[in-house]
């Protein structure tokens, strides 16, 4: 079973330089009108208080996120990305929009997917790994700062990446105009070995990697590892997905799906508690192996001292790669 890395956003806050969610917002012209505490609102909703009360029109959206785009090419480039480097994995998933993790690879010409204009189903780029010297490809899932329109941000956007989920997961996905044939649906690309028609009936010049297609085949194909990544409930394209995987098992396709999705917990021992370990409990219903740590020196500082778990975690992850 191929091997995925799917890490969040947890590992660029390890760089104190780089902005929480909400100072990005602070940083947007027009925050000043916000007159609500905008930290008690889910981070989508951050966003689509921020938009409606402060942007007149659709048109100027694009404005907006270009804006956001201009500060996250700011972000510093955390140095534990060279240990998610150094392990034996090729497919790389994110929902991050910065390129702070490929500021260091080199990419391979010719070898990507930047088609869609909005949505990013199937956006990745391919790189050349500069510790193992292997092919990786880097699924941006959330969309680019290249492109700010692709940029995932609030519940608009959100629900129509769900549509788009849909739709590949039953089998009514196109990629293309020029696509002869729709993507088969999951269960029956699981149930023939992950078979798929020409990638030129698909309207395809070439593909990701192997049988995938798309990010959320990881989900499905491919033995995948969280890290660095709240899963907070906001984040509904990834419930989705955790949530048709398992009702694909729950309809007698245990034999179909066989791949094991792991979950490494970053929060402080002392943090995990209540909605935290609810979160916890229900990932594992979701079939999810949920990897703790025993990090106790948390504190420098009276804060907590995240890059030690992140470190500990890293060391259980490559572990788990060598487990199998």
């Known amino acids: 079973m191929e091997k995925a890395i799917l890490f969040g956003n947890g ?53 907006l996120k270009k804006g956001l785009a201009k500060e996250l090419e700011n972000i510093k480039r955390c140095d534990l990305y060279d240990s998610l480097l150094d392990l034996d994995v090729n497919i790389f998933v994110t929902p991050n929009y910065d390129r702070s993790f490929s500021k260091n690879l080199n990419p391979k010409e010719n070898e990507a997917d930047q088609s869609e204009t909005v949505y990013s189903l199937h956006r990745w780029n391919k790189y050349q790994n500069p510790i193992s010297n292997k092919e990786i490809v880097v699924f941006q899932y959330h969309g ?18 769900l549509g788009k989920l849909d739709k590949y997961m039953k089998g009514e996905y196109s990629f293309n105009n020029e696509a002869k044939q729709k993507i088969p649906r999951m269960a029956k690309r699981l149930t023939d070995g992950f078979q798929m028609p020409a990638i030129e009936s698909l309207g395809l010049k070439n593909i990701a990697h192997r049988d995938l297609y798309s990010w959320a085949d990881t989900f499905f194909m491919t033995d995948l590892h969280i890290i660095g990544f709240g899963m907070d409930f906001s984040e509904a394209d990834i419930w989705w997905l955790l ?61 907590p001292d995240y890059k030690s778990i992140y470190l500990e975690q890293i060391k259980n992850l490559r572990q788990n790669i060598l487990k199998g």
């Open 11 to 63: 590992f660029n806050r390890l760089e104190k330089e780089n902005p929480s969610w909400s100072k990005l917002l602070k940083n947007i012209p027009g925050s000043n009108d916000i007159d609500v505490d905008i930290n008690l609102l889910p981070p989508t909703f951050q966003y689509e208080y921020f938009y409606i009360k402060n942007h007149p029109d659709e048109s100027t959206e694009f404005e």
């Open 144 to 161: 680019t700062v290249q492109y700010p329109k692709t940029i995932v941000l609030g519940y608009d956007h959100y629900c129509g990446t």
């Open 243 to 303: 949530d048709r995987r398992i009702r694909l098992k729950k309809q007698g396709s245990d034999a179909i799906v066989k791949n094991k999705i792991y979950y490494y917990v970053t929060d402080p021992i002392t943090s995990i508690n209540g909605k935290i370990m609810q979160k916890l409990h229900l990932l594992r219903a979701y079939d999810v192996v949920v990897v703790t740590h025993n990090n106790l020196n948390e504190l420098i500082n009276g804060k």
